[in-house]
């Protein structure tokens, strides 16, 4: 579904990737994992259309899709939850939920789909009215989720979903997204420092160092290789 | 007493004109976070693309009235927003990546652009012209010394109605939507699916649209234009926005009535001589007092 051939993208001379490739088969969860500053943000926003690339290739569904305008990326079917969530602050719950089905027009599938997130993550229906804003951190992570599956994407890409948020939150924001992509049959990117949780749910893992991968296989051997285990899993 | 509401309405009305200028500073500010110092200069435009359609022959056969004020807003508008678009598309598109400094300085290029070049013998010149009549002046209402004129009315109508058609189009379309979820955060709104260049065009023909309007109604008022004359209004309907907290629409607005009113007050019971001083102190005792203005959210930015 999605495939990255030497992938090389800079922020004026510094190189931040130096030619990656992955690739992410239709239905999987695929997770990329690395220490900060690896290059999984620029990865990512690359995919959605905010970096220019500097050499290589995205392909989408066999469709070449680096450096097409994030806008028309989006109406390909591919939506991020980014790093940071993003949320806008001073739009309710409900807009921010809207907001991801920008593009969109079958009112009848947004009113079910929202229904969807409710169900997924009942506390956004919770605080339906309440400005994005003054959520606090995880269900802020809640929402940017849900705003990324409002697009109803075919490949969603997670920037980091643990970030900053409490573990026992993190715990069931990674089950739900074992949950979404078991019934949407969503195939999904997921970038992670916390490689324990991402190897947890991802079938297929690569390890990004400084801009380049270094490692890459079925996400159970990978979290029992021991370099992995000694640099990303604490052990 | 009489006075006073005399002065105070004097003073709303110029308000009013500052607030529709203010209006596309605080826009443009939402979306890109950086302060177009050549607003005031395509302000300065409009009153040009005013003079010029009123001396067409057409216009002239119309004669002062209805008709002829219907055309030279909308020429002024759609031009001063076209302006801006290109204004955005040439000088500051190009630059979107680059430090907020260097978007600054480019705009103060622009500005100097537009005021030396409108100076030159074979553009406008730099001898002041006059804008022709728009509609007749008449007294709309005299109760004692209070008197009211029609440009007055104009002014609140015209005013009013923008604002009014600004905020429909804010709140209630789509294009309104994207445009405040990228003034929330431009990023968020481009991985929505929002073409972030179109909003920012948007905006720059609406905002520059409205001084474009604003053009006409102070020409009408003070009918002698020259290709400088953008740098006072400009500056005072930056700090409008200032005051009301850049970025915040309402407080463009808001922002534009105070400072119509502080300065037509001012001139009026302590000396004419003050006027222009008055805006620049309440600008210093905004940044001492609330950098971030009457409805501003904190974080305040440096520009
Ligand atoms: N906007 C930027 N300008 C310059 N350098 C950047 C920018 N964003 C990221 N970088 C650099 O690119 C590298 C990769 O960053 P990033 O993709 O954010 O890594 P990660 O998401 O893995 O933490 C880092 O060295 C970082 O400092
Ligand atoms: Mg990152």
Known sequence: ?235 | MEEFLQQLINGLSLGAIYALIALGYTMIYGVLRFINFAHGDVFMIGTYIGFYVLNTAFVQSLGPGAETAVIVFLAAMVGCGLLGVIIEFLAYRPLRNRPKLTVLITAIGVSFFLEYTGQLPFVFGADPRTFPTVVEKTTVLQAGGLVIDSYQIIIFVVAIALMLGLRLLIMKTRIGTALRASSMNLKAASLMGINTNAVISFTFFVGSALAGAGAILYAMSYPKINPLMGILPGLKAFIAAVLGGIGNILGAAVGGFIIGAAETMTAGYISPTLRDAIVFAILIIILIVKPSGLFGRGGTEKV
Do not use: W
């Open chain 1, 1 to 235: 579904m999605l495939h990255v051939e030497g992938l090389k993208v800079s922020y004026g001379a510094i190189a931040a990737l130096k030619g990656i490739s992955f690739h992410v088969p239709k239905g999987a969860v695929v997770t990329l994992i690395g220490a900060n500053g690896a290059g999984k943000t620029t990865t990512l926003q690359t995919i959605s259309g905010l970096h220019k690339v500097v050499e290589g290739t995205i392909k989408f569904d066999g469709q070449e899709i680096s450096n097409m305008p994030s806008h028309k990326i989006v109406s390909l079917g591919i939506s991020q939850s980014p790093e940071g969530r993003l949320i806008f602050p001073g739009l309710s719950v409900k807009e921010n939920l809207m907001m991801g089905a920008y593009l969109r027009k079958d009112k009848k599938e947004i009113r079910s789909d929202l229904d969807y997130c409710f169900s997924i993550f009942p506390r956004l229906r919770e605080r339906l009215m309440q400005a994005g804003g003054t959520l606090s951190g995880g269900e802020q992570q809640m929402l940017a989720i849900s705003r990324a599956l409002m697009a109803k994407p075919h490949l969603l890409l997670l920037d980091e979903p643990s970030l900053g948020i409490a573990p026992l939150l993190v715990q069931l924001i990674f089950e739900k997204i074992t949950e979404i992509n078991r019934d949407l049959g969503v195939t999904m990117l997921l970038v992670e420092q916390n490689a324990h949780m991402a190897l947890k749910v991802a079938s297929y893992a690569y390890v990004l160092e400084t801009g380049e991968i270094t490692l890459e296989g079925p996400a159970s051997e990978l979290a029992s290789n021991e370099d992995v285990q000694k640099a990303y899993l604490g052990m």
